[in-house]
């Protein structure tokens, strides 16, 4: 490949994982929103569902966005043994180098990790959440 498809790689690569993000990210405050204004409509049922689709949904994206950061890897690293072979590169390449050598793919893996984990557990614990409040509160006032 040459240095062109590589750093175009690594931007296709990017975009998706952030694309899979923002889509992924409106659905988890879809799941709050519809959580915080159903109260009332909310049944053990509907709450088990939304629980286990969401959770499984987040595992499947989750596992996407690993499988696309892993990819992100490759072509960074193919893009280092290309710079290595090559007798002049780019300033864009040497800048690309400098992301990888410098950590911060592993520093930006380990937050979106974290990001995703916190969300999911929110996204699934606040209709939980929700449904026990409402059905509390209105236990004690009945």
């Not at 987040?58 to 072509?75: E, G, H, K, N, P």
């Not at 990888?100 to 939980?128: E, H, M, N, Q």
């Amino acid at each position: 490949m040459t240095e062109y498809e590589l750093l175009y790689l690594i931007v296709e690569r990017r975009n998706e994982v952030m694309s899979l993000i923002q889509w992924w990210g409106a659905v988890s405050i879809g799941v709050i929103a519809a959580s915080h204004f159903i109260d009332r409509t909310f049944n053990l049922f509907l709450i088990t569902l939304i629980a286990f689709f969401y959770g499984f949904f987040s595992i499947f994206v989750i596992r996407m966005v690993d499988t696309l950061y892993d990819q992100l890897l490759m072509a960074f690293t193919d893009l280092a043994i290309y710079a290595e072979n090559a007798e002049s590169v780019s300033k864009q390449t040497e800048i690309m180098l400098q992301v990888l050598s410098s950590g911060r793919l592993s520093i930006s893996s380990t937050f979106l990790a974290l990001v995703l984990c916190g969300l999911t557990i929110a996204s699934v614990s606040y209709p939980i959440w929700r449904y026990w409040k409402y059905y509390r509160y209105s236990t004690f006032n009945t």
